[in-house]
């Protein structure tokens, strides 16, 4: 037997209590796992913030970034450790600060993916800087904002070009509701974006590494019930084409934790926002799905770990830009060349390979966490830090009813492929 090897997993986090709970869970029950030198052990840590050297040795293997998008000091951090002591991270910090909402709608409609028609209107109010006063005043020219949106056609959506967890989003339906959303826009710089009319359904995608769940999505209703549970929404090609679309996506920005949103009519599928720094994984949003999360967020860190997999904190571009710039690929034959680039990437059928020999059980593990008591307080300790107490009562059951079905639902598959 080969000597332990014993790796350091650092969760930087800002608010969420749930899902890091859960993960450090699954991985003190996970135990050892076999890879190259003998076995491999796991110790999980909350990142805390503070002063530290450049110079200074990192001690994390990786890193499960859900802050450094919105708090610059740890992302200053992640770039250190990622250039100097080679830490793993899910998402680079470059490619997130760098690329933003703007970016990754360029790039992907460069790669002829069907974005809907964007446009970028200037400031409504320069920023709070003499400087940018004195430039907006003397080269901003002057344009007619009311014939912009009339040319898109409405309704429309105004938005930030960088995103935010549906910051500033408005969804305008007149002339009137255009002026007063960018009058209320003040120092965010904005996008309008043509809204995709008649469409048959929103899929969500959430991927990480290798994996994807697509899921379907209501962003009009509460935040607990945005997530239906429907295994049969999709056909299987358009299926596979909302997966292919967020993988290319996730592939080409180096990207290993995000969702993609994409409305699908028809036999059209519109990607519309695909760059989110802190997808959703919480457990009173995805609830039915969230151990599935879960298991791939454990999966995915381990595989990366115990392999030795680097990290690539840059774009490489010219591959992919090769393919959209071929005139003799149709659209969908375009579609399975990114597909199959992205599949490389992430080291697809390797992570197939060692997930089947490297972590045998790995499911009936975290199908037994689902059904602990541990598990059961982590429900009833996250519904009473989210709702209100007149509403305890029935959110607990709410989501003790649906876990209970993934689990159910588990246990079937799980016998079905044992037999």
């Avoid at 790796?7 to 749930?18: F, P, S, W």
């Avoid at 809907?116 to 400031?123: A, G, I, K, S």
């Avoid at 059951?397 to 876990?403: N, Q």
Wanted: with cysteine; hydrophobic share 40%; aromatic share 14%.
């Amino acid at each position: 037997m080969g000597d332990e090897t014993r790796h350091l997993i650092g969760l930087l986090l800002g608010t969420e209590d749930d899902w890091p709970t859960a993960f450090e869970a699954i991985v003190r029950r996970m135990g050892q796992v076999s890879g190259p030198g003998g076995e491999h052990a796991f110790d999980v840590e909350r990142v805390t913030i503070e002063p530290f050297s450049l110079r200074q040795p990192a001690r994390h293997d990786l890193v499960i970034d859900r802050l450094a998008y919105w708090y610059y000091h740890p992302r200053e951090w992640l770039k250190k450790v990622a250039l100097m002591d080679d830490v793993y991270l899910l998402n680079s910090p470059y490619t997130f600060q760098s690329m933003e909402k703007h970016a990754a709608y360029c790039a992907m409609i460069r790669l002829g993916l069907k974005v809907p028609e964007t446009v970028l209107v200037p400031y409504k109010h320069p920023l709070d800087n003499s400087k940018y006063a004195y430039t907006a005043a003397r080269y901003n020219r002057r344009f007619d904002l009311d014939a912009i949106a009339d040319q898109l056609g409405y309704p429309l959506f105004m938005k930030p070009f960088d995103g935010g967890g549906w910051r500033g989003v408005s969804m305008v339906r007149d002339r009137e509701a255009l002026n007063a959303a960018y009058d209320a826009s003040g120092e965010m710089l904005m996008h309008l974006q043509a809204a995709v009319q008649g469409y048959d359904v929103f899929a969500r995608s959430l991927s990480i590494g290798a994996e994807t769940m697509v899921m379907r999505f209501d962003a009009s209703r509460p935040m607990h019930a945005r997530y239906t549970v429907d295994h049969s929404f999709l056909g299987p090609d358009t299926g596979n084409e909302v997966v292919t679309i967020g993988r290319t996506v996730n592939a080409f920005f180096r990207w290993e934790f995000n969702s993609c949103e994409t409305l699908v009519r028809g036999d059209d599928v519109f990607p519309i926002d695909y760059a989110n720094a802190c997808p959703d994984v919480a457990l009173t949003s995805l609830h039915y799905y969230f151990p599935w999360a879960m298991k791939a967020l454990v999966r995915w860190s381990v595989y990366c770990a115990v392999t030795g997999r680097r990290a690539r904190i840059f774009t490489d571009i010219d591959p992919w830009f090769a393919i959209a710039d071929r005139e003799d690929l149709s659209y969908a034959e375009k579609l399975a060349a990114y597909r199959r680039l992205a599949d490389d990437d992430f080291e697809s059928e390797r992570y197939a390979e060692f997930c089947a020999t490297r972590m045998p059980g790995f499911d009936e593990l975290v199908l037994g966490y689902v059904e602990s008591p541990e598990f059961d307080t982590l429900i009833v300790d996250t519904v009473r830090s989210t709702f209100p107490p007149h509403e305890h009562d029935e959110f607990i059951a709410h989501y003790r009813g649906l876990l209970g079905a993934w689990a159910k639902d588990e246990r079937t598959r799980l016998s079905a492929a044992a037999s």
